[in-house]
Each structure stands twice: as C-alpha cells, then as structure tokens.
C-alpha cells in the first residue's frame, strides 16, 4: 500500500512519500485482544510493528455506534453450535467475531521466498528471537506459527532517514545520554532536509518522534508477524527457592549416579529440579542410563540446565521468567481458543489436547522427568512455548523436503500427475540427474512421508516418530531432503534430538531455557554453513538461475514500492489514491 502525507493551504499541496503500509483485514473473536494489545506500545525487535487498528462498526437503525462482528451481521439467524477445540466432541458457544483493520509498515515475503541456506536458518533464527522477545517481554505466546508468519524483511528499504527512524528506532529515553545527543543532531539534519528539500515544516517535534536508529545494513532480517491467535498471560511461573543438598540427599542422589561425586554435576542436576530429591535422583538415573548406553545421540547436550545465575535472576526478578498458562488455559475466554495453529505444523499434542503416549522411563536413549505442563488430569496439555518451537521445526523440515532451491520452486516430484519418466525427461533432470528423483519407489515415499506428516488431519505420524528412536528419523526422513538442502541435514538431526529431549523432561525450568537453546544451536549452525563450502547443488546452474529469478522479482516489488510520484494531486486526495494508496492530511 503506497502511504502520501499531504499538507500545506488550498493554494498548494505539498506531498511528502511515507514508507508502504500493509492494510490487514481479520475477523478476530471479539474477546480476544487486538494485535496492538498484545504487541504494546514499545517497539520489539524480530516482531512486527503494528501502528494502528480499527474494528470495524457501523450506526444501527437506533443511532447507537455498533461493533461489526458476526453476531450482529446474524441477526435473528440460529447458528449450529461447535465442538471446543480439537479433542472434544461436545458442542460449545460458537465464538463472535469481529473484523479488524490493521496497519503495519512491517513487510517482506514468507519463509519459502528464501534465497539461499542461509538466509533461510537467519530468518527462521531471527523469528525465534522475536518470539523469545515478546514471550519474556510481554507474556505473548503466538500459537499459530506458519511459513507465512515468518517473513524475510529487507532491512535496507527506507525512503528517508526519517522514515528509517519510524519504523526501527527507539525512543531516547531509552538510551544514555551520548546518543540523545547524536539523535538530536541526526534529527535536525532530517528536519532541515525534509523543511528544504521538499518545502515541508514538521510542526510537531517531541521525544517520541525522533527515536535512535539503528545503521542501515543492505541485507535481510526475519520477522514473525500475525498474532491474531496469540494469548497474553499476566502471570509468571514461580520458581522455588531451595537450598543446597543436605549430606543425606548428596548421599541418595550420589548412589543413583557417580558422576554426581562431582560437585559441579551435582549442582546441575540439583538446581534443574529445583530442589527435589525425588526429581533429582530420577533424572540422575536417568543420565546414567543413557551414558552407560553410549549415548550415542548426544542427548545429553540437549539437555537445559540453568546456572545458578539464571535461576536467581529469576527469583529476585520476578518479571524475567516466563509467562505461566495454567490460569489462562482455565478461563472462559480463552477455553474456546484454547488450541490454536495451522494443522501442517501443528503438534500432535496441540491437534489432540493430550501430551504424546510415549514411556519415558523405557527409553535407554533419553532422559526423563515428569512434566508440570498438564490440567489437572496426568495427560491433558495446553498450548505452550515447546509447541511453537515444534512448529518451527516442522515448517524448516517442510521446505527441505518439498523446496527444489531457492525463490518458492517446489520440487518437481511433487506434481503429483507427473511419472518418473516425465521427471527424467526435464531439462534440469538432464542436466543434474543426481537432483531430481526419478525411481517410481523412492517418489512414492517421498510423497506418502509429506502425506503423513503434513497433509494429515490426525497427526499421529508426527507421534509415531517422536515413539522412535533419532536413528528411525536418521534413516527414514533425512534421506530425503533435496540436495540443494542437504547441508541442513546435521540442524534438523540435532533440533530433533532436543525436542525429543525437551518434551521427556518438560517442566517449569525447560520452560524458561529451552527458546535460548533452540536459538544457540541455530547460531552455532549458520556458523557452520558460512565456514563449510557449498554443496555442488547449491552451486550448480539451476541454483544460480532460481537465485537470479528470486532477486528480480524482490527487486521489481521494491521498485513497484518506491516508484516516485507521477504527477502532482490537484487539489484533492483522490487525484492520487487508487487502490492501494493511503493519503493522510497533515495541516
């Protein structure tokens, strides 16, 4: 959407080009908080900013300003009552929504737009430290992570200075007094260019109008956007406060396992389970298995342990740790969203309401711990921080087994109506037959595995897996990634293991460190692909071509964006709106 500020007499009109908007239109439930209620008025970093909002209303037949939602569009009609949420078959209220208009400069293009590998673990990196942000920083939990909630921004489109400062800076209050000064200075220089340059006088200055940017980098950045299905949780889970192992409970938690003879492993274990000897001597044990087992996933590097200085931030400050849902599972106006997503990358535990029928204390492989996260029945789940992380997961593997290369290719084994000898008969299949499978057998896995997984109503296929051992995942889902993606083969392996991990010992302490370790191992694998060298298929023609293909098209939409004004209004707006053109009056 082109945004114009106008401003100047009914003599002359001067017309100043703002950055594009992006108009949404959503029908949220009515009691549900808006976008804007939930993001808050500061700005927060990998999330997008949402300037304003609007429901949508209109004046009934009694003069009185109504809201616009479904109840009301209704009228007298009697509505078929809906089952709750996925698990339950009884009818329930059917929720009234209401149409939201939203606008947000945030834009850029959806996860499977990326250009190369490592845009791709960047983006997907940088949407889970939006994530984290706005779980710790505002108690937000998103609930419905897809590929299109991820975006890839350009980081280097702003039309001004000004403009840049708008949409990524901060406000000096918040920050020391030497870039209060450098903003005032900068913020000067933007007034006397825009009063000069273009005839225009700002009228307005204030704190919360010349914020501190950020240097421009011409490159990309991820974002999560979309928090319609969010929920907001004003409480924090409370840690207990313990105190050092006494010589008795050394003494159990030592026999359970001799590697707890050193104090330091001891403390990790004892601080993870915050001061439980029962927790402590079943989670020790379980380490023990697993070492004696060789254990030959390294699982327990998966593992999250706090220091000790994480865990008394977290109790001399309260608002660091993270937010508790088990209130907010339990009230009436979040019962009826209780489980939110979108059904390719939803977890099994969420499509179901019922944690995964796994035996933890059977698995030689794995630790354990009895998990906090229920409702009152041993098995009954709600929504959490995990169940995002997996969504993210399932969405990366998604595009290593569907995406061909860069720029939204899919692969060509995925048409469904095309044999293998059609396949073998394509241009690239010719050129790089090693690129595209042409066995009938090993298409009709690869189609029935992408079936299973992600075009699945049950999801009991995501629960069979998570029932295997790593080396069922290693030998059935790796193999077939495309090999434009096969360097990501070793990420997907270890986030795997971690998830199997988490969700076995998913308490209150995993909640608060398990975001900082997904975040960590992504880190440490963009440091991986940028010191290894490409595959010959992230190098080969086809690559380079999709690649080129990509560029032009984010380079045309930019261009389309910031084209410059072809004539002058002449004395209305109208005379330069169109459909996605947003004037605003400034006199």
């Not at 479904?70 to 009884?90: C, G």
């Not at 990358?345 to 009895?370: G, I, K, N, R, W």
């Not at 929504?383 to 593997?397: A, G, K, N, Q, R």
């Not at 992230?538 to 410059?564: D, W």
Request: charged content about 25%; aromatic content about 8%.
């Amino acid at each position: 959407m082109r945004h114009y500020e106008l401003g100047g007499d009914s003599d002359m009109i001067s017309v100043v080009e703002r950055p594009p908007l992006v108009l949404k239109l959503s029908w949220s439930p009515c009691t549900l908080p808006t976008e804007r209620d939930l993001h808050g008025p500061t700005l927060i970093d990998n999330i997008g900013i949402v300037l304003s909002f609007v429901k949508s209303s209109f004046v009934d037949s009694d003069g009185a300003w109504t809201e616009r939602n479904t109840e009301n569009l209704r009228h007298d009609v009697q509505v078929t009552e809906a089952p709750r949420d996925w698990s339950e078959k009884a009818p329930g209220p059917v929720e009234p929504r209401v149409l939201v208009k939203t606008l947000s400069p945030t834009f850029g293009w959806p996860l499977r737009h990326f250009l190369d590998l490592t845009e791709l673990v960047k983006t997907v990196r940088d949407a889970l430290r939006g994530h984290r942000n706005i779980y710790f920083k505002r108690g937000v939990l998103h609930r419905n992570i897809n590929p299109d909630s991820i975006l890839i921004c350009p980081t280097d489109f702003k039309s001004s200075e000004l403009d840049r400062a708008l949409l990524s800076g901060c406000l000096p209050e918040q920050a020391d007094l030497g870039e209060s000064l450098r903003a005032n200075e900068d913020a000067v220089q933007g007034h006397h260019n825009l009063y000069f340059g273009r005839g225009v006088l700002h009228r307005d200055i204030g704190a919360g109008n010349t914020p501190i940017c950020p240097p421009i980098s011409s490159s990309t950045m991820g974002c999560i956007i979309d928090l319609d299905q969010a929920i907001q949780s004003s409480k924090r889970i409370v840690y207990r406060r313990f105190d050092h192992p006494s010589d008795f409970e050394k003494t159990v938690v030592q026999y359970t396992n001799t590697d707890c003879n050193d104090p330091q492993t001891l403390q990790r274990i004892w601080c993870r389970c915050q001061g439980s000897t029962g927790n402590a001597m079943r989670l020790a044990a379980s380490l023990r298995t697993v070492k004696e087992n060789g254990d030959p996933w390294h699982a327990l590097d998966a593992m999250c342990y706090p220091s000790m200085e994480e865990y008394n931030q977290w109790l001399e400050k309260p608002e660091t740790c993270p937010p508790s849902w088990r209130d907010v599972a339990t009230t009436s106006q979040q019962r009826t969203c209780l489980h939110q997503g979108t059904v390719a990358f939803m977890s099994y535990e969420v499509h179901t309401s019922f944690s995964m029928p796994f035996s933890t204390a059977s698995d030689p492989y794995l630790p354990a711990l009895p998990r906090s996260d229920t409702l009152g029945l041993p098995i009954k789940i709600t929504h959490s921080v995990i169940h995002d992380i997996e969504s993210f997961f399932w969405i990366v593997l998604y595009q290593c087994m569907v995406r061909h290369g860069p720029g939204n290719h899919r692969r060509p084994e995925m048409l469904y109506d095309s044999s293998a000898m059609q396949l073998a008969s394509r241009s690239d299949a010719k050129e790089h037959p090693e690129f595209t499978l042409t066995n009938e057998t090993e298409i009709a896995i690869l189609r029935d595995w992408i079936r299973l997984l992600f075009d699945s109503n049950d999801a009991l296929k995501k629960v069979d897996l998570f029932n295997e051992s790593p080396e069922y995942f290693a030998a059935n889902i790796l193999p077939l990634f495309h090999p434009y993606l096969e360097r990501l083969k070793p990420l997907l392996f270890e986030w795997w293991i971690l998830l199997q991990c988490t969700y076995r010992t998913y308490d209150d302490v995993a909640q608060g460190l398990v975001l900082n370790k997904v975040i960590a191992m992504l880190d440490k694998h963009l440091d991986l692909l940028a010191a290894g060298a490409p595959s010959e298929a992230e190098t080969s023609k086809e690559a380079k071509r999709l690649q080129e293909k990509e560029l032009a098209r984010r380079e045309e939409e930019l261009a389309t964006l910031t084209a410059p004004l072809t004539q002058q209004p002449e004395g209305s707006p109208q005379s330069v709106a169109d459909d996605s053109t947003i004037l605003r009056w400034s006199d």
